[in-house]
């Protein structure tokens, strides 16, 4: 049986712009095992990118808890939060976020700058890391000279690199097209079975949402547990 390496229990969010309160979490419960590959749907505006930036320590909830690896994040100073996110969170956005003047090998070395890692070993992983995403031959490019697909592809190397709890994927296929979509979430996809790494993404798109292990919904600030009994359901009877 996986361990949970992620533990949300009634986790609550609201923003405030004038005199207009908004709670957007009102109360959010999710588990995700080592290993899953586990997509949070919801439409847009349900609140999945304010729930990620809290499991990723970019902000901090108003209620309840985040345990990240057995460690309780949600009330962190914001130094605390810097270090949980170099050691244990591996970030990967919809616009692929590269540093333009790096190559594809400085990018995905970049991370392992900021934690204590030697010249030789930073090198043996940046390596490892562009083998898995199938990149080692593009490693002198800059991102302006590869595609978007080949572009996630480094940002997925980026993330995997510090060996982190949880990969965190927002929409990390919204702005590539069908043929590079697919190649990205089956490449997650295999990360997640055949390396053991932990992703939790968020998709408007039902084909990638058809990819993950398991399927969150997100609606009215709940998690939708119609939704997710439905799911288990379906996998039941599927088999897996
Ligand atoms: N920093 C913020 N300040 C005020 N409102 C915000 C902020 N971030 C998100 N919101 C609001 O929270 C709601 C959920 O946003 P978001 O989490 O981005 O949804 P999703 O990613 O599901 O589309 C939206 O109504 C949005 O306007
Ligand atoms: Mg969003």
């Known amino acids: 049986m996986a361990k949970a390496v992620l533990k949300v229990e009634d986790v609550r969010k609201e923003f405030v712009l004038g005199s207009h309160r908004q709670t957007v979490l009102k109360g959010v419960n ?23 930036n809290l499991i990723g320590c970019l902000d901090v909830p108003d209620g309840g808890s985040i345990e990240i690896d057995g460690v309780e994040v949600g009330r962190l100073s914001a130094k605390e939060q810097a270090r949980i996110r170099r050691e244990k969170i591996g970030f990967v956005f919809q616009n692929f976020n590269l540093l333009p003047v790096l190559t594809a090998a400085e990018n995905v070395e970049y991370p392992l700058t900021l934690l204590k890692v030697s010249a030789a070993e930073r090198k043996e992983r940046v390596r490892k890391a ?4 199938g990149l080692t031959e ?34 990390p296929t919204s702005h590539l ?14 990360l997640s079975r055949e390396e053991g790494v932990t992703f939790l993404f968020t998709t408007h798109d039902p084909g990638v949402m058809a990819e993950a292990s398991r399927v969150i919904r997100l609606r009215d600030g709940l998690i939708d547990a119609g939704a997710a009994s439905e799911a288990a359901a379906a996998s039941a009877v599927d088999g897996n």
């Open 30 to 52: 999710i588990e995700v095992l080592s290993g899953e590959f586990v997509a949070l749907a919801g439409p847009s505006g349900s609140g999945k990118s304010t729930l990620l």
């Open 177 to 190: 097209d069908q043929e590079n979509s697919e190649i990205v979430v089956r490449l997650m996809q295999r």
């Open 130 to 133: 562009l083998d898995v995403v």
């Open 138 to 171: 593009h490693m002198h490019k800059r991102p302006t000279e590869m595609s978007g697909g080949q572009q996630q592809r480094v940002a997925i190397a980026r993330a995997l690199v510090t060996e982190p709890t949880v990969i965190l994927a927002d929409e």
